[in-house]
């Protein structure tokens, strides 16, 4: 039988309960304040195969806590150790388990991320567990400098272009400033002209008016430069049947003294230098010498790889050369 004192303890009890409940409150139980309770915190370790050099038994231990990370902020974690030279892998395992494990570009079981190191230093190893992206940043380098480093640690040789933030513009592809120039002056189907905006392999449209007429979004990307494709005149359909295509992207260049006809006219080149000059912004030419259209044959019509053993190269004077390298040359010149 109850006593007075717990049951009026209970009555009171009760009678809070109804009233809370009335006011739109809820009276917490003991399971209901287990269940608002915070999540633990969940391990997360830096495993691979540097443990055994950090403290662990052995490598490739997801719970090895020798290496486990120290929680910094609501989903992050990091820790620095001094790992010695040498080249290394990495993943992250979360609760001591490698069902959970996460390795390059954050991916679930993604592939292991590779550390190498010329000396031993302090670096420091960071994990996101939202993202599951994993960082490494040297924090110093032990002992001073060796002459390797002295040797990596010149002046760029072109200091000026390394501060560029060039943007790279296939101009068929970017914008079409001018639709009078889209067939390049000729005429006839897309195997004369080159142009169909359907086949990903022809002609779009796109020229350097409609270029220069974007170089303010350019700008505004923080671009200080464009590296512009190939863009000289070109052969505008080469092949037959199913691998015909066009010169849209400049390298069968026909010739090297004028635009291609697609993209405009030498003066449309010079008002676009003109233009982003005055933005401050410079212009590059992508110029490749070595490859052009295919107007050169031989008489045998034939292009497979041929064997020095069966055609040796020869030096100067005719005579068979055995100091070249390369095992296997093409026919066409």
Same mark, same amino acid.
Request: proline share 6%; hydrophobic share 35%.
């Given at each position: @039988?109850?006593?007075?004192?717990?049951?009026?303890?209970?009555?009171?009890?009760?009678?809070?309960?109804?009233?809370?409940? *009335?006011?739109?409150?809820?009276?917490?139980?003991?399971?209901?304040?287990?269940?608002?309770?915070?999540?633990?915190?969940?391990?997360?370790?830096?495993?691979?195969?540097?443990?055994?050099?950090?403290?662990?038994?052995?490598?490739?231990?997801?719970?090895?806590?020798?290496?486990?990370?120290?929680?910094?902020?609501?989903?992050?974690?990091? &820790?620095?150790?001094? *790992?010695?030279?040498? %080249?290394?892998?990495?993943?992250?395992?979360?609760?001591? %388990?490698?069902?959970?494990?996460?390795?390059?570009?954050?991916?679930?079981?993604?592939?292991?991320?590779?550390?190498?190191?010329?000396?031993?230093?302090?670096?420091?190893?960071?994990?996101?567990?939202?993202?599951?992206?994993?960082?490494?940043?040297?924090?110093?380098?032990?002992?001073?400098?060796?002459?390797?480093?002295?040797?990596?640690?010149?002046?760029?040789? &072109?200091?000026?272009?390394?501060?560029?933030?060039?943007?790279?513009?296939?101009?068929?592809?970017?914008?079409?400033?001018?639709?009078?120039?889209?067939?390049?002056?000729?005429?006839?189907? &897309?195997?004369?002209?080159?142009?169909?905006?359907?086949?990903?392999?022809?002609?779009?449209?796109?020229?350097?008016?409609?270029?220069?007429?974007?170089?303010?979004?350019?700008?505004?990307?923080? @671009? %200080?430069?464009?590296?512009?494709?190939?863009?000289?005149?070109?052969?505008?359909?080469?092949?037959?049947?199913?691998?015909?295509?066009?010169?849209?992207?400049?390298?069968?260049?026909?010739?090297?003294?004028?635009?291609?006809? /697609?993209?405009?006219?030498?003066?449309? @080149?010079?008002?676009?230098?003109?233009?982003? /000059?005055?933005?401050?912004?410079?212009?590059?030419?992508?110029?490749?010498?070595? /490859?052009?259209?295919? *107007?050169?044959?031989?008489?045998?019509?034939?292009?497979?790889?041929?064997?020095?053993?069966?055609?040796?190269?020869?030096?100067?004077?005719?005579?068979?050369?055995?100091?070249?390298?390369? %095992?296997?040359? &093409?026919?066409?010149?």
């Amino acid at each position: @039988m109850s006593s007075p004192a717990r049951s009026s303890r209970r009555l009171l009890a009760a009678l809070t309960g109804a009233a809370l409940a *009335v006011m739109g409150l809820t009276v917490p139980t003991a399971s209901t304040a287990a269940a608002a309770d915070p999540a633990p915190d969940r391990i997360v370790t830096l495993y691979g195969s540097l443990q055994s050099e950090l403290g662990c038994t052995k490598d490739w231990d997801p719970a090895c806590t020798a290496t486990a990370l120290t929680k910094t902020g609501p989903s992050t974690y990091a &820790r620095t150790f001094t *790992v010695p030279a040498g %080249s290394w892998e990495i993943k992250v395992a979360v609760n001591g %388990s490698t069902d959970e494990a996460y390795g390059a570009g954050g991916a679930k079981g993604g592939a292991n991320i590779p550390l190498v190191l010329k000396g031993p230093a302090a670096v420091s190893f960071s994990y996101d567990d939202s993202t599951h992206q994993i960082g490494m940043t040297p924090t110093t380098l032990a002992g001073a400098a060796t002459k390797a480093d002295q040797a990596l640690a010149t002046d760029s040789l &072109r200091p000026p272009l390394t501060r560029e933030r060039f943007y790279f513009v296939m101009a068929d592809r970017f914008a079409n400033g001018d639709r009078a120039n889209d067939t390049g002056g000729l005429t006839g189907g &897309r195997l004369e002209t080159g142009f169909d905006p359907t086949d990903k392999g022809f002609y779009h449209g796109g020229d350097l008016k409609g270029l220069t007429q974007r170089l303010d979004y350019i700008k505004g990307l923080g @671009m %200080s430069a464009i590296w512009l494709t190939p863009s000289f005149k070109n052969r505008p359909v080469q092949g037959t049947g199913a691998d015909a295509s066009a010169g849209y992207h400049g390298y069968w260049i026909t010739d090297f003294t004028q635009i291609d006809p /697609h993209l405009g006219t030498n003066a449309d @080149m010079k008002a676009l230098v003109a233009a982003a /000059h005055a933005k401050g912004m410079k212009v590059f030419f992508d110029i490749i010498t070595n /490859h052009t259209a295919d *107007v050169l044959d031989n008489s045998a019509k034939k292009y497979d790889y041929v064997s020095k053993a069966t055609v040796p190269y020869k030096d100067a004077s005719g005579t068979p050369s055995t100091t070249a390298t390369t %095992s296997t040359r &093409r026919s066409r010149p």
